[in-house]
């Protein structure tokens, strides 16, 4: 009854029925942890590769659909932040940020969720999809999680070695 447009339909009539496009541009944000514990490999690969392949694959997904994303990456502090943007050129500047973040500096610090989260908090990220890509889950700040995931929707990719 409500997706009847009555003034048109009285006016014409014939039973005018309104069709609505839904309006879905839900930024996405990817926290890619690159901390010394996402570059160990025992096989030919490393976690940080293998964040990285899936960040490609769900950031093509973000293309196709036109929905804004960014990309931050983090370990001990939040290293760079990339602001949600649309299209392929944000993937060239991701993919550049990506490659550049692939040179050991000989970090030796490890992934810090906590920083990740409240660094989304203070750039006040809501509605928005979360991806967060880490090797384990520890000693995270619950509150400002919660306080996160009140206003996002938040999905943790946990990137395991075979020999973990």
């Not at 293998?50 to 370990?75: H, Q």
């Not at 040179?103 to 969720?113: Q, R």
């Not at 809501?126 to 889950?137: A, K, Q, R, T, W």
Request: aromatic share 10%; hydrophobic share 45%; glycine share 4%.
């Amino acid at each position: 009854m409500r997706a009847i447009d009555w003034k048109t339909s009285a006016r014409t009539g014939h039973v005018h029925v309104k069709r609505f496009r839904e309006e879905r541009a839900m930024p996405v944000w990817f926290g890619i942890d690159v901390g010394a514990s996402m570059r160990i490999a025992s096989g030919s690969r490393t976690k940080i590769e293998t964040a990285f392949e899936a960040f490609w694959a769900i950031s093509e997904a973000c293309v196709s659909n036109r929905d804004p994303y960014g990309v931050v990456l983090y370990r001990d502090r939040v290293d760079r932040t990339l602001p949600p943007l649309r299209g392929e050129s944000n993937r060239l500047l991701a993919k550049q940020m990506l490659e550049e973040s692939r040179v050991d500096n000989g970090s030796k610090a490890l992934g810090d969720l906590s920083d990740f989260f409240a660094h989304l908090r203070r750039m006040r990220v809501v509605h928005s999809l979360v991806f967060v890509f880490c090797d384990e889950i520890e000693q995270l700040d619950t509150r400002t999680l919660r306080a996160l995931a009140q206003q996002n929707d938040i999905v943790f990719v946990t990137i395991l070695d075979a020999f973990e």
